[in-house]
C-alpha cells in the first residue's frame, strides 16, 4: 500500500519538518475526502476534480501509491463527465472505497512513524518497545 522508498525519501528530504508535513498530509486528506465525498452526493463532477487532483498529488509525495491512483482515476473520471456533461454516479464505488483506503494509508504511516516501535535495519520486522 506505500511505497516505503519514496516515505523514506520524503522522509529524509523534509527532515525535522516530516511529522508536521504528514500532519498537514492527515489534514488535508480528511478534507478532500469529505469534499468528494460531498461532491458525489451532490453528483457534481466539477467538485470532484480539485480534492482528488489534492489527494493525488499529496499521496504520490510520501509514496501511498494505491491511494493516489484512486484518487487519480477520481480526478480522471470527473474531468470527462464535466466535458461531455455526465453525472459521475459511475465513480460512487471509488469515493466509498476512498475513505477506507485512506484510513488504511494512515495506520500504515502511524505505525512507521511511532517512536514507540525499534526498527531493525535489514530485517523490517518491528518491535515495540516497552
Not at 31 to 50: C, D, F, G, P, Q
Not at 94 to 102: G, T
Request: one cysteine or more.
Amino acid at each position: 500500500m506505500v511505497n516505503w522508498s519514496d516515505f523514506a525519501k520524503a522522509r529524509a528530504e523534509l527532515g525535522a519538518d516530516f511529522i508536521r508535513i504528514i500532519g498537514y498530509f492527515r489534514e488535508d486528506g480528511v478534507k478532500s475526502i469529505a469534499a468528494i465525498e460531498e461532491a458525489m452526493r451532490a453528483r457534481s463532477a466539477v467538485a470532484l476534480v480539485r480534492p482528488a487532483h489534492t489527494l493525488k498529488g499529496e499521496s504520490r509525495q510520501f509514496g501511498a501509491e494505491p491511494l493516489a491512483d484512486m484518487a487519480e482515476e477520481i480526478e480522471v473520471v470527473a474531468r470527462r463527465c464535466v466535458e461531455h456533461q455526465e453525472s459521475p454516479e459511475e465513480l460512487i464505488p471509488h469515493v466509498v472505497e476512498l475513505r477506507k483506503l485512506f484510513d488504511q494509508t494512515l495506520a500504515l504511516f502511524d505505525r512507521e512513524t511511532n517512536p514507540l516501535v525499534q526498527r531493525r535495519p535489514g530485517f523490517g520486522k518491528r518491535q515495540a518497545l516497552g
